[in-house]
């Protein structure tokens, strides 16, 4: 059974903006006593601003997840840097990533993704790879489907992962046609 991290996400932002709310009004209560009330409006502004974005967020953040904790799910969100990886090539050989010299950078909203990776040859940084899309993820599933992307995936291609997070750590297992093509390891950038 299914359930939407919006309306959980929704719960948790509220609380924390209401507590922002009364710090802001008590904040701009005592401005205003101390007569500058030009400040109030600022603050008043900031609080109905931070209101507004948290709840524009809770709208979007609406991936699905049928099993797990939305937290986990949540997880997910942020700036990544690779650590390490390899994948099985069309010869069906294990190629390791640190052999390629590539480093990568992977970005998760709550909607979508995008990741840039670069070969470093001779010192010199060269485009490896990128691509751009929406995903959905699960307690322990992650699926991208690129909409840009070098590599030729076509449109509604997936790209599903098995993942886990441990500590600040995003790893992930990639099986196509019961075959395991890839694993990686991400630090958290954020």
């Given at each position: 059974?299914?359930?939407?991290?919006?309306?959980?996400?929704?719960?948790?932002?509220?609380?924390?903006?209401?507590?922002?709310?009364?710090?802001?009004?008590?904040?701009?209560?005592?401005?205003?006593?101390?007569?500058?009330?030009?400040?109030?409006?600022v603050y008043a502004?900031?609080?109905?601003?931070?209101?507004?974005?948290?709840?524009?967020?809770?709208?979007?953040?609406?991936?699905d997840t049928a099993?797990?904790?939305?937290?986990?799910?949540?997880?997910?969100?942020?700036?990544?840097?690779?650590?390490?990886?390899?994948?099985?090539?069309e010869k069906h050989?294990?190629?390791?990533?640190?052999?390629?010299?590539?480093?990568?950078?992977?970005?998760?909203?709550?909607?979508?993704?995008?990741?840039?990776?670069?070969?470093?040859?001779?010192?010199?940084?060269?485009?490896?790879?990128?691509?751009?899309?929406?995903?959905?993820?699960?307690?322990?599933?992650?699926?991208?489907?690129?909409?840009?992307?070098?590599?030729?995936?076509?449109?509604?291609?997936?790209?599903?992962?098995?993942?886990?997070?441990?500590?600040?750590?995003?790893?992930?297992?990639?099986?196509?046609?019961?075959?395991?093509?890839?694993?990686?390891?991400?630090?958290?950038?954020?």
């Amino acid at each position: 059974m299914g359930f939407s991290i919006s309306a959980i996400s929704a719960v948790s932002v509220m609380g924390a903006i209401r507590h922002s709310v009364k710090a802001f009004t008590l904040l701009a209560v005592l401005t205003s006593a101390s007569g500058f009330i030009g400040i109030q409006n600022v603050y008043a502004d900031t609080a109905s601003s931070v209101v507004m974005s948290a709840e524009t967020a809770s709208a979007e953040a609406s991936v699905d997840t049928a099993t797990g904790s939305a937290a986990q799910v949540l997880a997910l969100v942020g700036s990544w840097q690779l650590v390490s990886g390899r994948y099985l090539n069309e010869k069906h050989e294990w190629v390791d990533y640190q052999i390629l010299n590539l480093s990568a950078i992977k970005v998760i909203s709550a909607r979508h993704f995008s990741f840039t990776t670069m070969k470093n040859v001779d010192g010199v940084s060269q485009f490896w790879a990128a691509g751009s899309g929406t995903y959905q993820a699960t307690a322990t599933e992650y699926t991208e489907r690129p909409e840009l992307n070098p590599f030729g995936a076509t449109k509604g291609a997936e790209f599903v992962f098995s993942y886990a997070i441990k500590g600040q750590e995003l790893h992930t297992q990639r099986v196509e046609n019961g075959e395991l093509k890839e694993v990686e390891v991400w630090q958290r950038l954020d």
